[in-house]
């Protein structure tokens, strides 16, 4: 109700002390990455969103966050191409390891391909994107079953 009265900064302090008790801290830390977003501040929001996700407990949970902040930088800071690539090899390298790759998180790697694509529209990353594939077929090779390589490949090869 306060952020439609237009109470912004009082809506950041609440969530701020939110924070600070909350068993899911990363739902406020998004929270606030949207209302640092929203003032103009990429660099802030992306730190916001990477916080979220380094917060997030459980495998789904994290690679859902995760995405949300791979996201958030090719939407906000698309030219920090080392940021983009660190942030999709740790969350990759996670799910991949976790062998997370199937079911709630198909949505959320799905959504990590998509925004991957759109950051590399006319090949303008394709030597990153090059990177990471080859960074993450090694541990695609080294999954427990025939079948989770190959659904781990096929993601991979999407991107």
Known sequence: MLYDLGEKDRVYSIVQEEIKTSSTPYYYMSELADLEEERGHAGVAVDWMARAYTAAKG???R???GARYIKGIVRLTPNDTATVRAAVLQVMNEAIESDNLYGRSRNSLRDIVDALRSWNEGGRHSAAIADMRHRLDLPCEHRP????????K?????I
């Open 59 to 61: 495998p789904a949970t």
């Open 63 to 65: 690679l859902q966050w």
């Open 145 to 152: 079953s025939p079948e989770a390589g190959a659904a781990c």
């Open 154 to 158: 096929q993601i991979i090869a999407e």
